[in-house]
Antibody, heavy 112, light 112 residues
Framework: QERLVESGGGLVKPGESLRLSCEAS????????MSWIRQPPGKGLEWVAY????????FYADSVKGRFIISRDDAKNFLYLQMNSLRAEDTALYYC?????WGRGTLVTVSS | DVVMTQSPLSLPVTLGQPASISCKSS???????????LNWFHQRPGQSPRRLIY???NRDSGVPDRFSGSGSGTDFTLKISRVEAEDVGVYYC?????????FGQGTKVEIK
């Protein structure tokens, strides 16, 4: 069964960094394009970043461009999101997804 | 960015009756490869989103056939032929043709 499990969320102060991880299992991870999507508390979905299989092509939402870096390790079946210079508006539940499959999310809270 | 506009934003429905959600994009979603990358997702309360429909009208595995998607260009529709209790939640359209990928605001479906 396909599974995505996110980790690494937590409470940080504005300006700090956090690295999210997503472990994939039950499918051939290296074959899939992957994304991070976030959902602020009580609000809708926002696409954040995307990486193609092989990791050579990446896209970012304007709101995170220059601050967040998406990467993947196909040998270990992991997707990552390095988040730097965090802001209050980055507070959200962060999902790892191929759009076919979704994780349960990891909560990031940015507050002083 | 491509703006995805859903209507209505709230949809009270009667069990067993049909329901319809509209999604309009600010630009054509027809890609150069001939595909139209319009997806529909369903998010039940407290759960992760689940994709129902991809490329306008293709149902994902396990999605009941009471769900159907249609449309072209900039106008798309998700229809539920007979609403069941498990269909409550928020429905999102999402375009994958243009970068950044963008979601609609969401349509909350509840039982009358």
């Amino acid at each position: 069964q396909e599974r995505l499990v996110e980790s690494g969320g937590g409470l940080v102060k504005p300006g700090e960094s956090l690295r999210l991880s997503c472990e994939a299992s039950g499918f051939t991870f290296s074959d899939y394009y992957m994304s991070w999507i976030r959902q602020p508390p009580g609000k809708g979905l926002e696409w954040v970043a995307y990486i193609r299989s092989g990791g050579g092509t990446k896209f970012y939402a304007d709101s995170v461009k220059g601050r967040f870096i998406i990467s993947r390790d196909d040998a270990k079946n992991f997707l990552y999101l390095q988040m730097n210079s965090l802001r209050a508006e980055d507070t959200a539940l962060y999902y790892c997804s191929s759009f076919d499959f979704w994780g349960r999310g990891t909560l990031v809270t940015v507050s002083s | 960015d491509v703006v995805m506009t859903q209507s209505p934003l709230s949809l009270p429905v009667t069990l067993g009756q049909p329901a319809s959600i509209s999604c309009k994009s600010s630009q054509s979603l027809l890609y150069g490869d001939g595909n139209t990358y319009l997806n529909w997702f369903h998010q039940r309360p407290g759960q992760s989103p689940r994709r129902l429909i991809y490329k306008v009208s293709n149902r994902d595995s396990g999605v009941p056939d009471r769900f159907s998607g249609s449309g072209s260009g900039t106008d798309f529709t998700l229809k539920i032929s007979r609403v069941e209790a498990e269909d409550v939640g928020v429905y999102y359209c999402m375009q994958g043709t243009h970068w950044p990928q963008t979601f609609g605001q969401g349509t909350k479906v509840e039982i009358k």
